[in-house]
Structure formats: structure tokens, C-alpha cells
């Protein structure tokens, strides 16, 4: 059933003691007409139950008052804590937002870094490459200033002459290796490795007879001398560069594997 509107019930009042007042009248005029006890007493359990229903509803209404209150105000606490709840969602979606933004930008970076990690790498890797040819080169002139106050000291020393010849041949100074290989056959007219390593460097200068020359020779002396994979060496080079024309390929620096220490 549906509760009766408040006014209702309140507008029910002055009726209810209306009754009760009524029902004390009329219980005393029966006393003072000299009725009976027993008719005189009969109408106060109404007058009774009428005060006691209307202190009950008193307090019922005082009640319900107090829970429709306290409903009230939970339902307030419960919508200000939505709003709160909404509003930290909403920073907590804007946190999120900036976090995403900030990893993309971190992400960048990383990248970049590995980029950059992998530049140094290959930076380093050519830097040591030239280290050790600028090594390489520093040892070679150190091999010439050596065999260069060899010379001085002595002029006739064949093997000095044949060294330098060779470390000059190795910087790619092919010029200045023959003129060092000539003298030191001048010096000792049976160097077979000082006719093998001019054949070569004067194959690379495009002397194609004379280094035939040259190798054709050396292969004679190394027979001679009894060094046969030696002579088979220079046989076999002296034929390639009478038939091919060079021992060059695609690049002008000589291997250094056909030379002789």
C-alpha cells in the first residue's frame, strides 16, 4: 500500500484529539448522571487507544522524518562522491594520456640512441682500421730510416737495398722499389728475390716485357739455387702477365702474398 502524503496525516490530528476530548465529556456526564460505574469507565479504553495512536503516530513521523533525513544525505555523500570519483577518472585519463606521450617521445629517444650507438660503433670501427694502417705505415718508414742508415753505413749491404726496396713496394711506392731491387742486384747479380719483387713492381707500372724479364729470371736462379716452389712461383706469375698482360685485377695496390720477404 501507498503511504498517505504527511499533510494527510496531519490534517487527521485535531480530528483524533477532537475525539479524545469527546469520549472524556461524555465518560463524565455519564458520571454525573449517576450511571454506572461499569457505563461511566466503558468509553476511557477508546479515549485510551485513541492518545496512545496518536503518541505512536508521533513518533513514527518523528522516525521517518529522521531516515528520509539520513537518506537524503547519504544520497548527497553518494553523488558528491561520484562527481570526485569523475573528476579523478578524468585527471586520471589526462595522467595516462601524458604518460602514453611521454613513453612515445622516450621511445624516440632510445631510438635515436641505438641510431646513434650504432654510428659510433661503425665510427669506431673505421677509426681502428685507420690505426692500424697508420700503424701499418709508421713501421714501414721506421723499416726504411732503419735500412736507410744500413745503406749509409754501407753502400755494397745487398740486403739493405732489397728491404727497403720491399717496404717501399708495400706503401705502394712502386718507383722507388725498383730503384732499390736494381741496386741491390747491382750489388749481388744472383738475387733471385730481388728480380721476383721487381718483375712485380714493374708489372704494376705497366712494364709488362720487363717484368716478364724480370720473373723469367728470377724462376732461372731459384732452380738453380735449388728452390723449387720458389721457381715454380715465379714460372707461373711470369706466364700469367705474358698472357693476361698484368697482375693487377680490379684495385692497383699489388697482394702482397706473390712478393718475397
Known amino acids: 500500500m501507498e503511504d498517505r502524503p504527511l499533510n494527510s496525516r496531519r490534517g487527521l490530528e485535531p480530528l483524533e484529539w477532537s475525539a479524545t476530548g469527546l469520549t472524556v465529556v461524555l465518560s ?3 458520571a454525573a448522571t449517576q450511571q454506572t460505574i461499569l ?5 476511557l479504553p477508546l479515549s485510551l487507544a485513541v492518545g496512545l495512536n496518536l503518541v505512536n503516530r508521533k513518533k513514527l513521523e518523528a522516525q521517518f522524518q529522521g531516515v528520509v533525513q539520513q537518506q537524503e544525505a547519504k544520497i548527497a555523500e553518494l553523488v558528491a562522491s561520484q562527481g570526485q570519483q569523475q573528476s579523478e577518472l578524468g585527471n586520471l585519463t589526462l595522467a595516462l594520456s601524458q604518460v602514453g606521450d611521454r613513453l612515445e617521445d622516450v621511445q624516440k629517444q632510445v631510438m635515436q640512441l641505438n641510431q646513434g650507438t650504432q654510428h659510433l660503433h661503425d665510427y669506431t670501427r673505421i677509426l681502428n682500421t685507420e690505426q692500424k694502417q697508420i700503424e ?6 721506421r723499416e726504411i730510416e732503419k735500412n736507410t742508415h744500413v745503406i749509409q753505413v754501407d753502400p755494397s749491404h745487398a740486403k739493405a737495398y732489397y728491404n727497403r726496396g720491399l717496404t717501399h713496394q708495400r706503401l705502394g711506392d712502386a718507383e722507388a722499389a725498383i730503384l732499390d731491387y736494381s741496386e741491390a742486384i747491382r750489388i749481388n747479380e744472383n738475387y733471385a728475390k730481388a728480380y721476383h719483387n721487381r718483375g712485380v713492381a714493374r ?3 705497366g712494364d709488362r716485357k720487363g717484368a716478364v724479364e724480370d720473373l723469367r729470371t728470377a724462376a732461372k736462379l731459384f732452380f738453380e739455387q735449388g728452390d723449387i716452389s720458389s721457381y715454380q712461383r715465379a714460372r707461373d706469375l711470369a706466364k700469367r702477365i705474358h698472357e ?12 702482397l702474398e706473390i712478393l718475397f720477404p
Open 28 to 30: 463524565m456526564a455519564a
Open 244 to 255: 693476361v698482360g698484368s697482375i693487377e685485377q680490379d684495385s692497383k695496390e699489388v697482394p
Open 203 to 205: 708489372s704494376t707500372l
Open 39 to 43: 457505563t461511566a469507565i466503558a468509553p
Open 136 to 141: 701499418e705505415v709508421l713501421d714501414c718508414l
